[in-house]
């Protein structure tokens, strides 16, 4: 246990805490420590939710809802190395009807739709084709949605529903080829083994635009920081787009559809939508605006080295360290105050692992004196993006990019 799960575990009481490991996640006390913080406007101490260790293939998490299971990864698991373990990686699906075993020997993955051969491939053929690996952010589109003013109705994420992989798998481009895509097609949809819990509820599919699909960075993946994905973050193959939102990183992934239209289901037309505008930002309220299927992933970044509410020892400079993400475009600079955006300094950067990975960051700020300080990251892409010192709004939760603010206090 390290030592933000440990001040959750003090606060909730050991026996809770025990009891959150044993009982197949059900829901238990708020801990009075951030009710406390949240009461004194400490912000981003909103972490009132329960622990839960019950899940298969994954370790301490917080738990926002059982079934279908929503679970977060603590922001202290972000503070070690840059890549997430897979025990603590985030877990999200839309429906409760997910196959609990697959038969890696009978599981095959069909190509169809318009293509000259339809396909179906079993694991080992899949295995035998040539592998890539890349180092990719996996974000849900309503990561942090928790932090949304006005409120917004969805899963009240903190900043936990991310994290980072080294995936290994093989390219979508070579199945496609494989299969043949005829002229004519321009999306390929992707559904994998989970069902509507509901009669008639729209199966989970998500739809790329062709030329996406082709890219040769779109992966079918097989592993995930050198291991088999686990069961919950898609055994046995789940598609990795990197830079996009992880609602297109459809998990279990066993049918792949070429199309020769658009996407009109439930899934692409309906659901996932933004905003047009700038940072998908609307006025709070606003609801009839011109929208499109979320896209690409913007800049974010983090401190993880102090929790919120974290008292320290004054001195005369604290070091700070955290990660970013660059979105689709690799994290070209940080920087960081400790007076809430009078004074910024900026932060030396850690291993580059690639455009789409997280990067550590680290630097060491001075502070001015006793008393709450808030601390802040900005992160600039190579693109030239830098996270806004506004956050946006629009009704669905998505897309926060914000410039985070962590209070502390100095005694
Ligand atoms: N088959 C399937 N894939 C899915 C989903 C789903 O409900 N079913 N949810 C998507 C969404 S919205 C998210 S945020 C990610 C979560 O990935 P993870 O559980 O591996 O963290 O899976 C994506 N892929
Ligand atoms: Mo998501």
Known sequence: MDRFDMALATATGRRRMLAALGVGGVALAAPALAQELARLGFRGARDERPLTGAFPGKGTMILQRATPPLLETPMSAFDGDVFTPNDRFFVRWHYADIPSSIDVGTFRLKVRGAV??????????????????????????GNSRGFFSPRVP????????????????????????????????????????????TPGAPDFAKTLALDHARDGEVMLAFAMNGEQLPLLNGF??????????????????????????????????????????PQANVAPGTKDFPSEPINRMVPRSWVTSLAPGQ???????????????????????????????RRWHRAALGPDH??????????????????????????????????????????????????????IVIA
Request: include cysteine.
């Open 116 to 141: 000259g051969r339809p396909l179906s491939l079993s694991l080992a053929r899949l295995l035998r084709m040539p592998r890539v690996e890349l180092a990719a952010v996996n974000q849900c589109s």
């Open 354 to 407: 690639g455009r789409y990975s997280f990067r550590r960051w680290d630097a060491e700020v001075p502070l001015r004196g006793r008393g709450r300080a808030t601390l802040l990251t900005r992160c600039w892409n190579a693109a030239g993006t830098a996270q806004p010192m506004v956050a946006n709004w629009n009704p669905g939760g998505f897309m926060r990019g914000v410039v985070e603010a962590t209070d």
């Open 236 to 277: 046995p193959i789940r598609l990795v787009v990197p830079g996009w939102y992880s609602t297109y990183w459809v998990k279990m992934l066993d049918d792949i559809e070429v199309l020769t239209g658009a996407d009109e289901q439930y899934w692409m037309a309906k659901a996932y939508k933004i905003p047009t505008t």
């Open 311 to 341: 008292t320290i020892g004054f001195t005369p400079t604290i070091p700070l360290g955290g990660i970013a993400m660059g979105g689709d475009h690799g994290v070209a600079r940080v920087d960081v105050s400790a007076d809430g955006g």
């Open 154 to 197: 969805g899963a009240q994420w903190g900043h936990g529903a991310m994290g980072n992989a080294r995936w290994m798998g093989v390219r979508l481009r070579d199945v496609l080829d494989l299969a043949g895509v005829r002229a004519g097609a321009t999306a390929v949809r992707f559904g994998g083994l989970d069902r509507p819990a």
